[in-house]
């Protein structure tokens, strides 16, 4: 699956979930990288661009469904139900599709559980302001 991107060529360059799996998993760990694909679709998500948000975790999770953690770092997971909640959300709200909500707020609840168990009271209250929002 690729997602258009924005350039400042003449055509379009593209980012394929493919692509960054490629270039993240030579020197991390799956944890390491879930992480790093989080901030970059953090970063995505403030821009709007949710579709490359999608794709930056498309190895652990499509829209819809509850993200695989097989394997993670409570830390990494935390970040994943996290992002993935966020994400799940806005796209829910913006293209109004119905039940969505409800897991987005699961998911957002879920980074609650583990960010209080890891004693991160910061990321916990993250997730709890993105509930209220």
């Known amino acids: 699956m690729k997602y258009p991107l924005q350039t400042q060529g003449a055509e379009p360059a593209t980012l394929s979930a493919d692509h ?55 830390r990494a997971a935390a970040e994943l139900l996290l992002t993935v909640g966020i994400l799940n959300g806005w796209i829910a709200s913006t293209r109004q599709v119905p039940g969505e909500q409800k897991q987005a707020a699961g998911l957002l609840n879920g980074a609650v559980a583990l960010f209080e168990q890891l004693g991160d009271r910061v990321k916990a209250l993250e997730a709890r302001i993105e509930l209220a929002g």
């Open 20 to 74: 960054l799996d490629r270039k993240l998993e030579s020197s991390l760990t799956n944890s390491e990288r879930v992480l790093a694909c989080c901030m970059i679709a953090r970063g995505h998500l403030e821009a709007g661009d949710y579709d490359v948000g999608c794709a930056a975790l498309a190895s652990w999770w499509k829209f819809g469904e509850w993200p695989t953690q097989a394997g993670l770092s409570n």
